[in-house]
Each structure stands twice: as structure tokens, then as C-alpha cells.
């Protein structure tokens, strides 16, 4: 199959995109090397690489011809400079995401597969599912949730198919190491290679469902090559391991050495991922657990 990656040389992206050069796609990877998280990006040689932003229609149009599945991770994906800039975090992620449907649509694309977050469900009671409200606590989100309204609208009335993830939090090789909300695995463990105190945040009760980065991967091709009924498309999928822990208990399995900080307001307690209706509709389930992991890379 051909494959439409964008983001592709970010964390997920980059990871999504080894797999399908492995697995013997051809692939074509669309970044515009934005991302304020990391200084580095990760372009696999095998693809056909672009660094055009996904707003460039003129530049971007001809790249989708002839592709199968487009993977639309491009985004503007970290809070803080979302709340800093909201025009940019709506103009990529809300208006980027429809200029990649559009472009998808016209080059007779077969499916698009959305990676959206799980900060949609803000405040509401977890485990979080898919028939909560939307409760978006900053531009970030609302942004991120935008972009699923335009796909479902893709769905419905142009009958282009489209799933639409919802990230928990994920790590595992190449995240992020940078800003003030980078997954707590990867810089604890950045940490105590320095030999340096882990930072815990507040009193560290907090508590997150990790899922793996290859995980997330099967995720994506997994609704990529999955034949379902059309009605399953345009629809949001929770994506998690329905596993959480607390950032103390992420500490202990790293390093001894501690230190808390203050809290930061307007963050969610807990959260917990239901992905029951992914893994009924499409058959997929999580396969690495964080303690495994970390017990492997710390």
C-alpha cells in the first residue's frame, strides 16, 4: 500500500512510519519540523520525504495522489504553546486538518486515521468513553476536537473514511524530552540517567494511563487495514490501556531520589482510558506494559 504520513518525523509519526517501511509500504512523510519539543526530528531515508507544512495546499495536493491511507499526526500538539498562541494552534490543528481531508478526499483517498487526544474528555469522571461530553480546558483541545468535528463532517457528507483516535498519555522511544508537559516517563528517566532528583509534580497522587508508542502504532494500521461497516467511520476511538498509575509509583520504578514541586493548576487528577469500542469494533489491544518497559530503558 501507499502511505501518507504527516508529522511523520516527530515521536509518534517517526515510529508509525518505520513500522510501514518495515512492513514493506511505500511511504510518503510530510513534515514542516515545528514541533517546540524536541530539537531533533527523525526522517527514515526509505520514505519519500517532504518538509512542507500541512497547510500548503499547492506544495502538498500532489503528494496525496496515488496514496491508500493517510495517518494525520501533524499538530501543534503541547498545551503551553497553544494557550501562548491559540490563532496557531486553531490554524494547525482545526484548519491543517481540513486542508489534509480535503486533499485526501480529491486524491480519492480510501481512509484517514486522526490522532486526537484523550484532553477532550477533561474534568469528566474517568474511566473516560467515548459517549462523555467534550470538556475542553484550553486551546489545545479545543483545537484537537475541532478536527474531529471536520472529519466526522468528511465521514457523513463526503463519505470519506475516517477514524478518529483519542490518545491517553504515550511514551516509549524518541518522546519527547522537552517543555514543561513532555511525558513524565521520559524525563524521569532522562533525569536519573544525569543522576539527578525525578521532579514530581504536587504530591505525585496523580494518575495517568500510559500506553505505548508501538501500541499506538498497531492502532493506526491496524484501522488502516480493517474492513468495518461504514457506519464505524467519522467516529471518535478511545485509545488506552485502561491501566493507570500514579507519578509516585512511576518514580519508585525509576529512581529513589525525589523531590516534589508545586502543583500546576487546572490539571486533571486522573484519568483512564475505556477503549472497549476500538478494541470490539477493530480488534486491537494493547501488548507492552510501563512497568515492563521501564524496566527494560531505565
Same mark, same amino acid.
Given at each position: @500500500? ?6 511523520? /518525523? ?13 512492513? &514493506? ?8 519540523? %515545528?514541533? #517546540? /519539543? ?13 518538509? *512542507? ?8 495536493? !500532489? ?22 498562541? !491559540? ?6 490543528? #482545526? ?6 481531508? +480535503? ?9 484517514? @486515521? ?17 459517549? +462523555?461530553?467534550?470538556?475542553? $480546558?484550553?486551546?489545545? #483541545?479545543? %483545537?484537537?476536537? %475541532? ?12 463519505? $470519506? ?35 539527578? !532528583? ?7 497522587? +496523580?494518575?495517568?494511563? *500510559? ?11 491496524? /484501522? /488502516? ?8 467511520? &467519522?467516529?471518535?476511538?478511545?485509545? &488506552? ?13 525509576? %529512581? ?25 469494533? *477493530?480488534?486491537?489491544? !494493547? ?12
Amino acid at each position: @500500500m501507499k502511505c501518507l504520513v504527516t508529522g511523520g /518525523a516527530g515521536f509518534i509519526g517517526s515510529n508509525l512510519v518505520d513500522k510501514l517501511v518495515v512492513d &514493506g509500504h511505500q511511504v510518503v512523510v510530510i513534515d514542516n519540523e %515545528s514541533s #517546540s /519539543a524536541r530539537d531533533d526530528f527523525t526522517w527514515n531515508d526509505k520514505a519519500d520525504n517532504y518538509k *512542507f507544512d500541512i497547510c500548503d495546499y499547492q506544495n502538498t495536493r !500532489p503528494l496525496y495522489e496515488g496514496v491508500d491511507f493517510v495517518f494525520h499526526l501533524a499538530a501543534e500538539a503541547h498545551i503551553q504553546p497553544a494557550i501562548e498562541n !491559540p490563532i496557531r494552534a486553531v490554524m494547525v490543528n #482545526s484548519v491543517g486538518t481540513c486542508m489534509v481531508l +480535503q486533499c485526501a478526499r480529491e486524491a480519492g483517498v480510501k481512509k484517514v @486515521m486522526y490522532s486526537s487526544t484523550a484532553s477532550a474528555y477533561g474534568g469528566n469522571q474517568s474511566p473516560n468513553i467515548e459517549t +462523555q461530553p467534550d470538556d475542553c $480546558l484550553n486551546p489545545y #483541545s479545543v %483545537s484537537k476536537v %475541532s478536527g474531529e468535528k471536520i472529519c466526522k463532517m468528511y465521514t457523513d457528507l463526503f463519505g $470519506l473514511r475516517t477514524v478518529i483516535f483519542r490518545y491517553f498519555n504515550v511514551y516509549g522511544e524518541r518522546q519527547p524530552l522537552r517543555g514543561q508537559y513532555a511525558p513524565v516517563v521520559g524525563i524521569f528517566l532522562e533525569m536519573a540517567k544525569k543522576n539527578e !532528583p525525578l521532579t514530581i509534580v504536587g504530591d505525585g497522587n +496523580q494518575r495517568r494511563d *500510559f500506553v505505548y508508542v508501538g501500541d499506538i502504532v498497531n492502532a493506526n494500521i491496524t /484501522a /488502516a487495514l480493517t474492513d468495518v461497516d461504514f457506519d464505524a467511520y &467519522g467516529q471518535v476511538y478511545t485509545v &488506552g490501556t485502561g491501566t493507570n498509575y500514579s507519578v509516585n509509583q512511576i518514580a519508585r520504578m525509576i %529512581s529513589s531520589n525525589t523531590i516534589n514541586v508545586a502543583p500546576r493548576p487546572g490539571e486533571v487528577r486522573y484519568s483512564l482510558a475505556n477503549s472497549n469500542k476500538f478494541k470490539t469494533t *477493530f480488534g486491537w489491544k !494493547p501488548t507492552v506494559k510501563l512497568e515492563d518497559w521501564i524496566g527494560e530503558n531505565a
